[in-house]
């Protein structure tokens, strides 16, 4: 998953590119290049959804152009939320309708017959069937604020650099 963006900037790119290192490192991000108009920053993931929306980028290229600020950005950490937020919970529901039905089976065998599955499995559906609403709109979420984010970011460092032509 990628997301790129860009602004028109007429300030010095140099001054702007310096401007995003204190903040990114803080978070965790290395500097894994850095050119005379770019700078590359690797992350270390998102790994739940309290962090810093940065952190769904796992990879961050800042270019400075004549005329603009590009960010170019490897949506890594989203992604890997994404997935987390969609199938964990599916998968969960699943193996507790599978043991709670042999803990039911082996605690109370035949005295109480299988009647006991369908409200375990209403139960355990309903749950699967929010789930499968949820985390869709839960990954969108992320997403959109790590976009977010992201172009806070270059508007700080467009800032920091000069003022961004209007």
């Known amino acids: 998953m990628r997301y790129d963006t860009s602004l028109r900037f007429?300030?010095?790119?140099?001054?702007?590119?310096?401007?995003?290192?204190?903040?990114?490192?803080?978070?965790?991000?290395?500097?894994?290049?850095?050119?005379?108009?770019?700078?590359?920053?690797?992350?270390?993931?998102?790994?739940?959804?309290?962090?810093?929306?940065?952190?769904?980028?796992?990879?961050?290229?800042?270019?400075?152009?004549?005329?603009?600020?590009?960010?170019?950005?490897?949506?890594?950490?989203?992604?890997?939320?994404?997935?987390?937020?969609?199938?964990?919970?599916?998968?969960?529901s699943a193996v507790l309708f599978i043991v709670l039905a042999l803990v039911f089976s082996i605690q109370f065998g035949d005295r109480m017959g299988t009647w006991w599955l369908w409200p375990l499995g209403i139960a355990v559906g309903a749950n699967m069937l929010m789930w499968l609403l949820l985390g869709p709109w839960m990954a969108r979420r992320m997403k959109a604020r790590t976009c977010e984010a992201l172009d806070a970011l270059l508007n700080n460092i467009a800032v920091l650099g000069g003022m961004p032509s209007t």
């Open 10 to 92: 007429n300030g010095d790119p140099s001054a702007a590119l310096e401007g995003a290192i204190a903040p990114l490192t803080a978070l965790g991000f290395r500097i894994v290049e850095r050119g005379p108009t770019s700078i590359d920053f690797a992350g270390p993931g998102m790994n739940s959804s309290r962090q810093s929306a940065l952190l769904g980028a796992t990879r961050i290229r800042l270019i400075g152009r004549a005329q603009e600020l590009a960010l170019e950005a490897e949506l890594g950490g989203v992604e890997f939320m994404s997935k987390f937020v969609r199938y964990f919970p599916l998968g969960l």
